[in-house]
């Protein structure tokens, strides 16, 4: 019997195929893609636009901090490029798919470039000299102009040319052919037909994105007008490798606009073209659109047009409030009713009601910028027909359930990022990190089936420590993100004068693919040995390069970069002269660092294959499953008595209204049952030592048992908790005025009685969220827990009376719309705003317990209305022991005291400090089905940690030189790794054999933080990469000239 | 008549002090980012040093600093108890501590200072920034102690 089963099990995974379709090459493919070959999978990534980067890659920059949005994408696109294991099949489309869950057989036509991709060297000679011009830029949105054999644009990857068949006069009229003359790689084949691909992969994951839809607006918009443009189409005029080069001018007469007019909600959220639902990101990108305009033209006058402020992720709401407080963004409360052109002077005339005071207006605009809707890509209905799954109403493709949103309904295809509902750059990443999960617990027994090595072509430069330093030295432009806060050709003269400098140039964008193609060139045309990018900052960028100059031959430890961007343009905006000097001294003193580099080498450490979760709420119980699943141990470590977190406080949970103990049953039982997973109930982490690989860990369980475990990867699931408002609308003292948890609560009594005496309940929204001081965030959730609470109580007892008083709802996400819309039967919404909260007073010997006065903006005046039990939406708060948490783990937190993750864009489950990871509340406050998402992804994270048997360590280590040792053993005592011993060595002087003490680093344990250096008195240890002449040398440079 | 003109003219260029500040790989540097990120501005007079801890600057950096003519020396890293080396920043508290009698003895002490950054302080560093800049514009150029 046993036998048998196992055969059978056998012959399964003999099916199971170790490779993954991705089908879409936005920044959801991209992660899902890397996530993956780390896991251990070999990738096909299918796009059909020639370029990978979606549009990610068209923003100008990303919200709430204004990175620029290329730089940040362009490491993860090389990466992709770079990866021996994945297969980048761009220009291609997925046509045929067949077979079943880990085996399926898959068609791809790859679309003639008409350029040999391998030939290629993406110099753009062909460009420059193609004749036909009137081709409309796709990538810019149709504002500028292309030739018919183009590159997408400038960082695109792969690198490649292609011509467009509609407009190439060749292809068309059979002349011409100035290309094919012109390219001396011969790339160019006009002899290249559409190709058909088969491949075998064991899962699929659909990444394809959005449309903005503009042209089929209904003409009240104004969209036909020249100066009426979609937000997407500013963001490449923003952008200064736009068509404009960054120069904010409207279209009809390429002059400077003076007044700005943003429009949110331009056809979203509206019954009557079809698109219900919120695009979920307009009003923070808006806000972000108006704060650069204003950073451009200080002068310029921006407004935005808004109806609700959706701002509900970290820091959102912050940074809408500074747009105004800082930059003097003014936002109306309004309904657009039409927009229409002067003819003459081609400005645009907005017809607008005032929801405050409920009068129309009339605001004259130069250019007027609307937030259109975000809907399925085209084509994303024929992707579903051939893949055989399921599109819902808006034509997003459809989940598998409400609480499961990465799979779709037909097993082994995924889903991820916006074809699934709108969704904004962090959520996407989380997601494409869960789907990658979702895969990985589908096709582990195949993990590493089909992988390969990379190949390094160019062996690395011995580097003879005598000879001459020749540097070179790129400067980044970043578009103008420092292009125009300093002055970098002043800066590269400068440089080019610096002894050892052997080359120095500047670019737009040092971090594109093609960049690393240029840096490889210099680095070989001019046999430099040392390398320096002076660009962004090495936090983000650094690992890039340093894989750069590895493929060049270069060991990663002989380059160096500059900070001139965070560091320099970005804080000296004001300060051309004294930045620019900033700018030349930094690379003076990397300069002077660089000629003392030398090469390092890297040794492997073993992993230990297991993991730690620290929470045991659902998002908590999510990871350990998946983890488990994958056959690791894993220990969950949970404070309470119970599992389930939050949801053990739940009546029925949103949006499906099952109960939230019916719901939560299934996992703990899951938990409980898998020999994998051992469960620390009433127990507490009280150390943590070690690193990436290697934790360990001492838990103490109440009634001090404490348990040693070893583990290679933790998770911070530790959720969240509900403010309570002690001080806030009598709240203390009044038993009916209560929080959203204690109404669950009381719902979740089997007893209602409760409810008897009571005929009318008022809920009050943003209670001590979103406050001028102290609590100043959108707690994200809120909102539609008290309309879901408010369904309930409706259905519960149907003649109560429920008022709902709000200042903006958060109803973004799909759905979200039509749920309000349908709440709104059941109950009275009344605005209010922050500098007129509702008042609420007990009644004497009443009919009621409470009367409420509010002040309604339309009525210009105070009304009254009364109610026996008060509900107060108080937001999530981080709870006090995150503080020890942070500690033991030295992760940092938050401005709000939630975990600070390692990037809020590109790395929103990551902490800083590898191996550890975020999901849940515990980074910011979100509903179930996010937390579940966000739960897959930190898993999957975590992954790709315990599946690697070994892992580099890094290259800055400590060393001593043991002629200088004289055995103090004072390196020893400061040392908090314990890596260096005192071994006896035997020395010998002439006649004499003396055991001497000397200290010995492990350098598979060192760190690297070099306080054994500062101690050491006879200056005995070096610091690698951060040496006592390297240092002294930067500060010797910075006067020097 | 002339030098007088000179002289005077060479009064009214405003001093712009050259201040060195080590930032931790971890926390302050973090900041420092995220300053530039959120846009804060503060006076280009400082030159940052990136080591992986403060726990690595010596105090004979801060002594070469003055010896070059560098007006201010700032040395910043995680708080007490965040350090990502567990402790490398209790050694930096007790090596500055001792390193500002010294300093004192020179003349030198407020010259320099020692400051905790969050990697979520940006606003902090680049209000450290401002005042240490403003205060070294009050005591002047260091060759002219």
């Given at each position: 019997?046993?036998?048998?089963?196992?055969?059978?099990?056998?012959?399964?995974?003999?099916?199971?195929?170790?490779?993954?379709?991705?089908?879409?090459?936005?920044?959801?493919?991209?992660?899902?893609?890397?996530?993956l070959?780390?896991?251990?999978?070999?990738?096909?990534?299918?796009?059909?636009?020639?370029?990978?980067?979606?549009?990610?890659?068209?923003?100008?920059?990303?919200?709430?901090?204004?990175?620029?949005s290329?730089?940040?994408?362009?490491?993860?696109?090389?990466?992709?490029?770079?990866?021996?294991?994945?297969?980048?099949?761009?220009?291609?489309?997925?046509?045929?798919?067949?077979?079943?869950?880990?085996?399926?057989?898959?068609?791809?036509?790859?679309?003639p470039?008409?350029?040999?991709?391998?030939?290629?060297?993406?110099?753009?000679?062909?460009?420059?000299?193609?004749?036909?011009?009137?081709?409309?830029n796709?990538?810019?949105?149709?504002?500028?102009?292309?030739?018919?054999?183009?590159?997408?644009?400038?960082?695109?990857?792969?690198?490649?040319?292609?011509i467009?068949?509609?407009?190439?006069?060749?292809?068309?009229?059979?002349?011409?052919?100035?290309?094919?003359?012109?390219?001396?790689?011969?790339?160019?084949?006009?002899?290249?037909?559409?190709?058909?691909?088969?491949?075998?992969?064991g899962a699929?994951?659909?990444?394809?994105?959005?449309?903005?839809?503009?042209?089929?607006?209904?003409?009240?918009?104004?969209?036909?007008?020249?100066?009426?443009?979609?937000?997407?189409?500013?963001?490449?005029?923003?952008?200064?490798?736009?068509?404009?080069?960054?120069?904010?001018?409207?279209?009809?007469?390429?002059?400077?606009?003076?007044?700005?007019?943003?429009i949110?909600?331009?056809?979203?959220?509206?019954?009557?073209?079809?698109?219900?639902?919120?695009?979920?990101?307009?009003?923070?990108?808006?806000?972000?659109?108006?704060?650069?305009?204003?950073?451009?033209?200080?002068?310029?006058?921006?407004?935005?047009?808004?109806?609700?402020?959706r701002?509900?992720?970290?820091?959102?709401?912050?940074?809408?409030?500074?747009?105004?407080?800082?930059?003097?963004?003014?936002?109306?409360?309004?309904?657009?009713?039409?927009?229409v052109?002067?003819?003459?002077?081609?400005?645009?005339?907005?017809?607008?009601?005032?929801?405050?005071?409920?009068?129309?207006?009339?605001?004259?605009?130069?250019?007027?910028?609307?937030?259109?809707?975000?809907?399925?890509?085209?084509?994303?209905?024929?992707?579903?027909?051939?893949?055989?799954?399921?599109?819902d109403?808006y034509?997003?493709?459809?989940?598998?359930?409400?609480?499961?949103?990465?799979?779709?309904?037909?097993?082994?295809?995924?889903?991820?990022?916006?074809?699934?509902?709108?969704?904004?750059?962090?959520?996407?990443?989380?997601?494409?990190?869960?789907?990658?999960n979702?895969?990985?617990?589908?096709?582990?027994?195949?993990?590493?089936?089909?992988?390969?090595?990379?190949?390094?072509?160019?062996?690395?430069?011995?580097?003879?420590?005598?000879?001459?330093?020749?540097?070179?030295?790129?400067?980044?432009?970043?578009?103008?993100?420092?292009?125009?806060?300093?002055?970098?050709?002043?800066?590269v003269?400068?440089?080019?004068?610096?002894?050892?400098?052997?080359?120095?140039?500047?670019?737009?964008?040092?971090?594109?693919?093609?960049?690393?193609?240029?840096?490889?060139?210099?680095?070989?045309?001019?046999?430099?040995?040392?390398?320096?990018?002076?660009?962004?900052?090495?936090?983000?960028?650094?690992k890039?390069?340093?894989?750069?100059?590895?493929?060049?031959?270069?060991?990663?430890?002989?380059?160096?970069?500059?900070?001139?961007?965070?560091?320099?343009?970005?804080?000296?905006?004001?300060?051309?002269?004294?930045?620019?000097?900033?700018?030349?001294?930094?690379?003076?003193?990397?300069?002077?660092?660089?000629?003392?580099?030398?090469?390092?080498?890297?040794?492997?450490?073993?992993?230990?294959?297991?993991?730690?979760?620290?929470?045991?709420?659902?998002?908590?119980?999510?990871?350990?499953?998946?983890?488990?699943?994958?056959g690791?141990?894993?220990?969950?470590?949970?404070?309470?008595?119970?599992?389930?977190?939050?949801l053990?406080?739940?009546?029925?949970?949103?949006?499906g209204?099952?109960?939230?103990?019916?719901?939560?049953?299934?996992?703990?039982?899951?938990?409980?049952?898998?020999?994998?997973?051992?469960?620390?109930?009433?127990?507490?982490?009280?150390?943590?030592?070690?690193?990436?690989?290697?934790?360990?860990?001492?838990?103490?369980?109440?009634?001090?048992?404490?348990?040693?475990?070893?583990?290679?990867?933790?998770?911070?699931?530790?959720?969240?908790?509900?403010?309570?408002?002690?001080?806030i609308?009598?709240?203390?003292?009044?038993?009916?005025?209560?929080?959203?948890?204690?109404?669950?609560?009381?719902?979740?009594?089997?007893?209602?009685?409760?409810l008897?005496?009571?005929?009318?309940?008022?809920?009050?929204?943003?209670?001590?969220?979103?406050?001028?001081?102290g609590?100043?965030?959108?707690?994200?959730?809120?909102?539609?827990?008290?309309?879901?609470?408010?369904?309930?109580?409706?259905?519960?007892?149907?003649?109560?009376a429920?008022?709902?008083?709000?200042?903006?709802?958060?109803?973004?996400?799909?759905?979200?719309?039509?749920?309000?819309?349908?709440?709104?039967?059941?109950?009275?919404?009344?605005?209010?705003?922050?500098?007129?909260?509702?008042?609420?007073?007990?009644?004497?010997?009443?009919?009621?317990?409470?009367?409420?006065?509010?002040?309604?903006?339309?009525?210009?005046?105070?009304?009254?209305?009364?109610?026996?039990?008060?509900?107060?939406?108080?937001?999530?708060?981080?709870?006090?022991?995150?503080?020890?948490?942070?500690?033991?783990?030295?992760?940092?937190?938050?401005?709000?005291?939630?975990?600070?993750?390692?990037?809020?864009?590109?790395?929103?489950?990551?902490?800083?400090?590898?191996?550890?990871?975020l999901?849940?509340?515990?980074?910011?406050?979100?509903?179930?089905?996010?937390?579940?998402?966000?739960?897959?992804?930190?898993?999957?994270?975590?992954?790709?940690?315990?599946?690697?048997?070994?892992?580099?360590?890094?290259?800055?280590?400590?060393?001593?030189?043991?002629?200088?040792?004289?055995?103090?053993?004072?390196?020893?005592?400061?040392?908090?790794?314990?890596?260096?011993?005192?071994?006896?060595?035997?020395?010998?002087?002439?006649?004499?054999?003396?055991?001497?003490?000397?200290?010995?680093?492990?350098?598979?344990?060192?760190?690297?933080?070099?306080?054994?250096?500062?101690?050491?008195?006879?200056?005995?240890?070096?610091?690698?990469?951060?040496?006592?002449?390297?240092?002294?040398?930067?500060?010797?440079?910075?006067?020097?000239? | 008549?002339?030098?007088?003109?000179?002289?005077?003219?060479?009064?009214?260029?405003?001093?712009?002090?050259?201040?060195?500040?080590?930032?931790?790989?971890?926390?302050?540097?973090?900041?420092?980012?995220?300053?530039?990120?959120?846009?804060?501005?503060?006076?280009?007079?400082?030159?940052?040093?990136?080591?992986?801890?403060?726990?690595?600057?010596?105090?004979?950096?801060?002594?070469?600093?003055?010896?070059?003519?560098?007006?201010?020396?700032?040395?910043?890293?995680?708080?007490?108890?965040?350090?990502?080396?567990?402790?490398?920043?209790?050694?930096?508290?007790?090596?500055?501590?001792?390193?500002?009698?010294?300093?004192?003895?020179?003349?030198?002490?407020?010259?320099?200072?020692?400051?905790?950054?969050?990697?979520?302080?940006?606003?902090?560093?680049?209000?450290?920034?401002?005042?240490?800049?403003?205060?070294?514009k009050?005591?002047?150029?260091?060759?002219?102690?």
């Amino acid at each position: 019997m046993s036998k048998s089963k196992k055969s059978s099990q056998k012959s399964q995974t003999d099916d199971l195929v170790g490779a993954v379709l991705v089908i879409g090459g936005g920044i959801a493919g991209i992660q899902a893609s890397l996530d993956l070959t780390e896991m251990g999978f070999k990738v096909f990534l299918v796009e059909k636009t020639p370029s990978i980067g979606g549009r990610m890659a068209q923003l100008d920059k990303t919200f709430p901090t204004n990175d620029c949005s290329l730089c940040i994408l362009a490491p993860k696109m090389v990466e992709v490029f770079r990866n021996p294991n994945i297969e980048l099949m761009t220009y291609s489309e997925v046509i045929e798919v067949s077979g079943h869950v880990g085996h399926f057989y898959i068609k791809i036509l790859k679309k003639p470039r008409y350029v040999d991709e391998d030939k290629c060297t993406g110099c753009g000679d062909c460009a420059s000299k193609c004749p036909k011009i009137e081709a409309p830029n796709i990538f810019d949105m149709n504002l500028g102009k292309r030739k018919s054999i183009y590159i997408p644009f400038p960082q695109a990857v792969p690198p490649v040319y292609l011509i467009d068949s509609d407009m190439c006069l060749f292809l068309n009229k059979g002349v011409c052919k100035v290309c094919e003359r012109i390219c001396e790689a011969q790339a160019i084949n006009f002899e290249q037909k559409p190709e058909e691909v088969q491949i075998e992969v064991g899962a699929i994951i659909v990444a394809i994105g959005f449309d903005m839809l503009a042209s089929k607006l209904p003409d009240n918009w104004g969209y036909k007008y020249e100066n009426v443009i979609t937000s997407l189409e500013y963001e490449r005029i923003l952008c200064a490798s736009g068509p404009f080069e960054g120069h904010v001018l409207r279209l009809s007469d390429e002059k400077e606009p003076q007044k700005i007019a943003f429009i949110q909600c331009a056809g979203s959220r509206d019954f009557h073209i079809g698109i219900p639902y919120c695009s979920s990101v307009c009003c923070m990108y808006i806000a972000k659109e108006a704060i650069i305009t204003k950073e451009h033209s200080n002068s310029s006058e921006c407004y935005i047009f808004r109806h609700d402020l959706r701002a509900y992720g970290k820091n959102f709401y912050e940074y809408t409030q500074r747009a105004q407080d800082e930059y003097g963004v003014k936002y109306f409360n309004s309904k657009i009713s039409k927009i229409v052109e002067d003819p003459e002077t081609k400005d645009l005339i907005i017809h607008y009601e005032d929801l405050n005071d409920g009068k129309f207006n009339d605001l004259r605009a130069n250019l007027v910028i609307l937030a259109t809707p975000l809907v399925p890509s085209e084509g994303s209905e024929k992707v579903a027909k051939i893949l055989g799954i399921n599109i819902d109403k808006y034509k997003f493709f459809k989940e598998k359930t409400l609480y499961d949103k990465l799979s779709s309904e037909r097993e082994g295809i995924f889903l991820c990022g916006f074809c699934q509902g709108p969704l904004d750059i962090p959520e996407t990443v989380a997601d494409a990190s869960g789907v990658a999960n979702k895969v990985s617990t589908l096709l582990y027994p195949v993990r590493n089936t089909l992988l390969k090595e990379k190949i390094v072509s160019v062996p690395e430069k011995k580097i003879n420590l005598e000879d001459e330093p020749c540097i070179g030295v790129l400067i980044c432009h970043c578009g103008i993100n420092i292009g125009k806060y300093v002055d970098v050709p002043q800066v590269v003269e400068y440089i080019k004068t610096l002894p050892n400098v052997t080359v120095t140039v500047d670019n737009l964008y040092s971090c594109s693919s093609d960049s690393q193609t240029s840096i490889k060139e210099l680095i070989a045309e001019y046999d430099l040995n040392r390398f320096i990018v002076a660009s962004c900052t090495p936090r983000t960028h650094e690992k890039l390069f340093q894989e750069t100059c590895e493929e060049a031959g270069l060991n990663k430890y002989l380059f160096e970069m500059v900070n001139i961007r965070d560091q320099c343009s970005w804080v000296h905006m004001e300060q051309k002269v004294d930045g620019t000097k900033k700018a030349k001294d930094l690379i003076e003193m990397a300069v002077a660092k660089s000629r003392l580099l030398k090469p390092q080498k890297e040794s492997k450490l073993p992993i230990t294959p297991e993991a730690l979760i620290i929470g045991g709420g659902i998002s908590g119980l999510i990871a350990t499953l998946n983890i488990a699943k994958q056959g690791f141990t894993t220990h969950l470590v949970e404070k309470e008595s119970q599992l389930g977190g939050n949801l053990n406080n739940l009546y029925q949970i949103f949006p499906g209204y099952q109960k939230a103990s019916e719901f939560l049953e299934p996992f703990v039982n899951k938990v409980k049952s898998h020999s994998n997973i051992n469960i620390y109930l009433n127990s507490n982490i009280t150390e943590i030592r070690g690193y990436i690989g290697n934790y360990d860990v001492i838990i103490t369980t109440k009634g001090n048992k404490v348990n040693n475990i070893k583990v290679g990867a933790i998770i911070v699931a530790t959720g969240a908790n509900e403010l309570i408002p002690e001080t806030i609308y009598n709240y203390k003292k009044e038993k009916n005025v209560i929080t959203q948890l204690e109404l669950e609560q009381k719902l979740r009594k089997e007893n209602l009685e409760w409810l008897d005496n009571i005929k009318s309940i008022t809920f009050i929204l943003c209670v001590n969220s979103r406050q001028k001081e102290g609590i100043t965030y959108c707690s994200n959730i809120c909102c539609t827990n008290a309309l879901k609470n408010i369904n309930i109580l409706k259905k519960l007892k149907p003649d109560l009376a429920l008022i709902l008083i709000y200042r903006d709802l958060q109803m973004s996400k799909k759905g979200n719309e039509e749920f309000y819309r349908d709440s709104r039967k059941n109950a009275l919404f009344l605005r209010y705003s922050l500098d007129k909260l509702p008042i609420i007073s007990k009644t004497k010997n009443g009919k009621f317990n409470y009367k409420i006065t509010l002040f309604e903006h339309n009525l210009k005046g105070d009304i009254e209305f009364y109610s026996d039990l008060i509900i107060l939406a108080t937001p999530m708060i981080a709870p006090e022991n995150f503080k020890e948490l942070s500690k033991m783990l030295k992760v940092p937190q938050d401005q709000s005291g939630f975990f600070l993750e390692a990037h809020v864009k590109l790395r929103p489950i990551d902490f800083a400090t590898d191996g550890v990871f975020l999901c849940g509340c515990a980074h910011w406050p979100k509903n179930i089905q996010e937390s579940i998402a966000q739960a897959n992804g930190a898993a999957g994270r975590a992954i790709r940690i315990l599946g690697a048997k070994e892992m580099k360590t890094s290259g800055l280590v400590a060393e001593v030189i043991e002629d200088y040792c004289i055995g103090c053993g004072k390196c020893a005592d400061v040392c908090p790794y314990n890596a260096i011993e005192l071994i006896e060595v035997e020395k010998t002087f002439e006649d004499y054999t003396l055991r001497l003490k000397k200290s010995k680093v492990n350098s598979a344990l060192c760190k690297g933080c070099g306080t054994c250096g500062v101690q050491c008195p006879n200056s005995a240890i070096i610091i690698k990469h951060f040496s006592f002449k390297q240092i002294n040398a930067m500060i010797e440079a910075y006067l020097k000239n | 008549m002339k030098i007088v003109e000179k002289s005077s003219k060479k009064q009214d260029i405003e001093f712009k002090p050259n201040i060195v500040c080590f930032c931790c790989n971890w926390c302050s540097y973090a900041g420092a980012d995220l300053a530039g990120v959120s846009r804060f501005q503060y006076p280009a007079s400082i030159r940052i040093i990136r080591v992986m801890c403060s726990g690595r600057v010596e105090p004979a950096f801060i002594l070469k600093s003055f010896k070059d003519n560098i007006d201010g020396v700032l040395v910043t890293g995680c708080h007490i108890g965040d350090c990502h080396y567990i402790s490398g920043n209790e050694f930096t508290k007790d090596r500055f501590e001792r390193l500002t009698k010294i300093l004192k003895f020179l003349g030198l002490e407020d010259r320099f200072r020692l400051e905790w950054i969050s990697a979520s302080e940006g606003k902090k560093f680049a209000e450290l920034i401002t005042t240490f800049t403003n205060q070294i514009k009050k005591l002047g150029p260091l060759n002219n102690i």
